[in-house]
């Protein structure tokens, strides 16, 4: 058995599955409230128990990129990189956002991927859909609720004024209720179960890359945890 384990701790709400060639296995997700060190080997150990794989049956590691919070970031990629080493085994590293807008792959809305980054920002790109494949089709962006409005305008009055545009992840009722009282109907937002980050949709794309033989260098690799560049309350970008 060859199975790709993901672990996603960019967040307070952290992940972790097991995929291979037939999908997933196995996924679990939960609320760690910053106790991530404590309890994340603990639940991959649950985890490969639950489908009774053993450790030498996980043959490759997927894990969060970033953005994300410093110690989530860190913590899940000092797990993922020591199972590397020890294991000798690939890693395959995937963009946070990725992650998000994966979910929403196969509808044809264009993508806004939100992730909350503390104190009231938000890290956010856009993605389009094409047969079922994500692309990113913007710089990162860092802004708090109403910078995120500006920067979401510019590029919607670019297109159709009947265009319509999809919201997801980190989208609590305070900024669903903006979103639409600004777009009205133009802005779709996600339900809270589809916004919520599922290490399977991170395996997926892990997974792909781990197939086509794109994986990191473990030593080199290092978690993004913000943009480089953000104006508050209104327009930033993150240029990489």
């Given amino acids: 058995m060859t199975m790709l384990l993901a672990i996603d701790t960019a967040t307070r709400l952290a992940s972790i599955a097991l995929y291979d060639a ?28 639950l489908v009774r794989a053993s450790k030498e049956d996980v043959q490759a590691v997927g894990v969060a990129l970033g953005p994300g919070s410093f110690t989530g970031l860190r913590v899940g990629m000092s797990i993922a990189k020591g199972l590397a080493y020890a294991r000798s085994m690939p890693i395959v590293a995937i963009p946070t956002h990725d992650a998000i807008a994966q ?14 980054v503390g104190r009231g920002r938000y890290s956010v790109a856009r993605y389009v859909t094409k047969r079922g494949t994500i692309q990113r089709a913007s710089p990162y962006a860092l802004v708090d609720a109403a910078g ?7 590029a919607l009055e670019a297109e159709s004024k009947t265009t319509r545009a999809l919201f997801c992840g980190d989208v609590d009722h305070t900024l669903a209720r903006a979103l639409s009282e600004h777009w009205g109907a133009r802005a779709v937002i996600g339900s809270p179960a589809l916004n919520a980050r599922r290490a399977a ?36 970008a993150a240029k990489q």
Avoid: C
Wanted: glycine letters at 4%; a negative charge; aromatic letters at 8%.
């Fill in 22 to 49: 037939l999908g997933v296995h196995a996924e679990m997700t939960w609320r760690s409230h910053e106790n991530h060190t404590v309890e994340l080997m603990t639940q991959i150990l649950r985890l490969l128990e």
């Fill in 103 to 116: 979910a929403h792959a196969h509808q044809s809305l264009p993508i806004w991927a939100i992730l909350a």
């Fill in 148 to 154: 995120l409005i500006t920067h979401v305008k510019s």
């Fill in 201 to 236: 949709f991170l395996a997926e794309l892990a997974w792909a890359r781990y197939q086509r033989g794109e994986t990191d260098d473990p030593q080199a690799l290092a978690p993004v945890y913000l943009p480089h560049e953000s104006v508050e309350g209104s327009r930033a």
